[in-house]
């Protein structure tokens, strides 16, 4: 389903900032206008995606005459199944390593992570598709 909603688009400090009236605290930044709505879209994706897979009514969209800046994003099932996400202790909790070490497999592009209200989050389907397909067993090599 597609959703639209208007964005806001303001200069802070040298960057630009996307943030969404009916949205508190979800919001995208850049050096360029170009990367703050493509940041700023994704983080609208997320949150309408968080929503509807929690049940929350979405609100209801209202523009300025004219509005400055339309969002449009797709959310689907797919979609909200690939971004489920977890903290990284939930992580290595289901795991059954260490935080130390979900933030290694994440550095090695092992685990996949969006940003929620700005925090890095980690993707249940990373964490279960590392789950369903666990590293081999290994030693170190002798003499090292």
Known sequence: MTYTYEGVIEQVDGDWLVTFPQFDGTF???????????NAAEALR??????????????????????????SVDVDERYIQATKTVSAKEAAEILGISKGRVSTLVKEGKLDTVLVDGRSRVTIASVNERKRNPPAPHRPRSGQ
């Open 28 to 38: 995208g930044g850049g050096r360029s206008i170009r990367k703050a709505c493509e």
């Open 46 to 71: 997320l949150r309408i995606a968080g929503m509807v897979d929690d049940g929350e009514p979405l609100p209801r969209a209202r523009f300025s005459r004219p509005p400055q800046a339309v969002f």
